[in-house]
């Protein structure tokens, strides 16, 4: 275990961001930390790497506390998107995270399996977007670190740069690296996580491999208007408005065959998506039952 | 202490600041610029030039000192370059270091471009003699206002960071005689001078220009003054930072 959370509590001004989280990362492992935007996955991130301390419960680094400088040597991070400082190169950036690491790659090779060596001497804020996650990224990787830590490695990016950056993320876990990321895209954590945790205002709703969640969250709306609904199989959640019914399933063609089969009467038949957003929440309302 | 680390740190403070003409130019073309116009035309005798020029140098140095730390500092707070900083495995201690040296390299250039500009335009005559003494009293009076502006950028938000620091400054460096004698000063600032920080620092300045001895009382107000911006900055710091985490 590299990392481990126990059991805890952060309040941000009047906001209980946490409230009793628990979650462990184990050495080789890529964790995904899912959740929709306000679950806390920031905040236990914030703690993770030493920058704030809980209000209760332990946090331990590599068997230390990440608040100890040296307990963060074993660890990289990504910096937030819009954060780079106002008057420096890509090249020098690169060179202040290395300078704090004992056995770190080049600075050349950090350019180049990022796809920044034609950037190396632009002004940081002259990069677009994907170019400055690509070195956010590229930073967290500079210290040769055991852990990872990124914190949305891929929003806002497209499809290929998203690709790009999954394949560096992929090889540094070849090589042994452990990495904990965050992201609100089910897909990234189903192409990339061996484990998901699932954390939703402030606590850890649901853990799994990543077709367990996908089972559990990964939903659909099949609506239809009918006189009476049939019985039917997998079906999480039901809502009725007048005739037209709104069943939940996480397997929408089981449903609509079975819908068929039964002979009922019905129209208007739609299936729709859940957003991971929606499908979190009705969880954690225990209107769907995870 | 390692040194690569404090290197890195301080490289990339002065690369900032030397990126930055905002903040270059006028730290240090500015105290010059006053000094040609308002002092050096009247600056007829050695000792008239060298009380000047001291004087200047300390406001030179003011200059840096004060919204290098006050400005850029109270700009980096909110700063989420700063978050990721602090996670990186080194104590803050580094960055603060890396801080002080780019201080004090910048000041250190800005009194000696004000020498320069002396030297060309007045009778300028300080012995080498003196100079271990002036280095001395610009270095703690230096400390000092790095400090006073280290305590400003952690007590107000970053926007009113520049005009408070501005409304802080020029009014310290008049009263406290930078600009001219103080018996040129009007009557009633002429009172209050003596109890301000800018003040003391310049009556350690001019025994030191002149080679007069020194008079303890204002290196032990100048100690005070700097004490009492230390642990202030230190409180300013903690109420901040139970306020953001």
Known sequence: MIAEVQNVYKKLGRVQALA?????????????????NGAGKTTLVSLLVGLRAPDAGRISLGGGDPRQPSSRRILGVTPQNTGFPPALRVHEVIDLARAHYPNPPGTEEILRRFDLADLAKRNVNALSGGQARRLAVALAFSGSPRLAVLDEPTTGLDVESRRALWEQIVRFKREGGTVLLTTHYLEEAEALADRVVVLARGRV????????????????????????????????????????????????????????LSGAEFSDLEVLPVSLEEAFLAVLDGEVSA | MNLRLLLAHTKVELLTLLRSPGFLI??????????????????????AANFSTGSFMAFAVFTV????????????????????????PA????????????????????????????????PLDLPLSRWPRIFLALAGGGLMMGLLGTLLAYLVSP????????????????????WMPPQLLPQLVQKLSPYLPSRQ?????????????????????????????????????????????
């Open chain 1, 20 to 36: 009793g989280v628990s979650l462990e990362v184990n050495e080789g492992e890529l964790l995904a930390l899912l959740g929709p």
């Open chain 1, 205 to 260: 709703l649901t853990e799994g491999s990543p077709d367990e969640i996908k089972r559990r969250v990964g939903l659909r709306r099949v609506r239809f208007a009918a006189a009476t609904l049939p019985d039917l199989s997998g079906v999480k959640k039901v809502e009725r408005e007048g005739d037209r019914y709104t069943l939940w399933t996480a397997n929408a063609d089981a449903l609509v065959r079975e819908l068929v």
């Open chain 2, 26 to 47: 006028p730290t240090m073309l500015f105290p010059s610029m006053f000094f040609l116009m308002f002092a050096a035309p009247n600056l007829k005798s050695s000792l």
């Open chain 2, 65 to 88: 000192t004060f919204f290098q730390f006050g400005v850029g500092i109270a700009n980096e707070r909110d700063n989420p370059w700063s978050s990721y900083v602090r996670t990186l």
């Open chain 2, 91 to 122: 104590s803050p201690l580094y960055r603060s270091l890396g801080k002080v040296l780019t201080a004090s390299i910048l000041a250190l250039a800005a009194a000696l471009f004000l020498v320069i500009t002396a030297h060309f335009s007045t």
């Open chain 2, 159 to 178: 926007k009113a960071a520049l005009p408070l620091a501005n409304l802080i400054y020029l009014p310290l460096a008049f009263m406290g005689g930078m």
């Open chain 2, 201 to 245: 620092w310049m009556e350690v300045v001019w025994p030191a220009v002149s080679g007069d001895p020194w008079k303890a009382q204002h290196w032990l107000a100048l100690a005070g003054f700097t004490v009492a911006f230390a642990l202030l900055t230190v409180w300013a710091q903690r109420r901040d930072e139970s306020i953001r985490f």
